[in-house]
């Protein structure tokens, strides 16, 4: 398809809970970003992968925070043990180079720790 | 780290006006984009200007580029209500590996 699809779109979870999002991006699109954007501001790099590999990782908390992106299924973002601060929406975006052409961006997950 | 950083800014500005926005950084870059996120969704692609040009247009948007100086700016003209959203630019400074943008303009368009 030609946009990318986030789910779920609200997510509520209690602290210590796992959060597990989803994101598939534009067919033929290589890369894939995860981007969290707490209260409106601006957009922190978590991850990226190129294709089913991580390609750059050096906005993961080392703790809690994984992701995957298997062929033939949806990216995933998961957090262990999530904690208040983790409140935020998670954006997801593909793109077809890693900065020369414009991103694609989901809708976003809002994730809610209460 | 370097990040596209917009001089904050939340912008009222009536339906007709022009509206402003500035964007400057830090290190060197082969692009600058800049994005549009109304509320509650993501961010749409508006525009990508490549280090080795100065201005560029698309549709009502006008983006400058001064590397000198390391900033950017956009303009819409005739602004619409529509236009009411959020602005960021990003730029692909961090080694190359991927866009970082900066905290948004907010841009208010009264009808």
């Known amino acids: 398809g030609e946009e990318v699809a986030q789910t779920p779109k609200h997510l509520v979870r209690g602290e210590g809970q796992k959060a597990k999002l989803y994101c598939a991006p534009i067919k033929g699109h290589s890369y894939v970003f995860w981007y969290q954007q707490v209260l409106k501001n601006e957009f922190k790099f978590l991850i990226s992968?190129?294709?089913?590999?991580?390609?750059?990782e050096t906005g993961m908390p080392k703790e809690r925070f994984s992701a995957k992106c298997l062929p033939n299924s949806p990216c995933s973002l998961e957090i262990q043990a999530t904690k208040l601060e983790d409140s935020a929406v998670y954006f997801c975006a593909s793109s077809q180079s890693v900065t020369g052409l414009g991103y694609t961006f989901g809708s976003g997950t809002r994730l809610t720790v209460v | 780290s370097q990040q596209g950083e917009e001089d904050p800014q939340a912008l009222s500005i009536q339906e007709g006006e022009n509206a402003t926005m500035n964007c400057s950084y830090k290190t060197s870059i082969n692009n600058l984009q800049w994005y549009r996120q109304n509320s509650g969704r993501g961010l749409v692609h508006l525009i990508l200007?490549?280090?080795?040009?100065r201005e560029k247009h698309s549709g009502r948007l006008r983006v400058t580029l001064d590397t000198s100086k390391k900033s950017s700016s956009l303009l819409i003209t005739a602004s619409r209500a529509a236009d009411t959203a959020s602005y960021f630019c990003a730029t692909d400074g961090e080694g190359n590996n991927r866009l970082a943008f900066g905290k948004g303009n907010q841009v208010v368009v009264i009808p």
């Open positions: 200007i490549r280090s080795n040009e």
């Open positions: 992968f190129q294709n089913e590999n991580v390609f750059d």
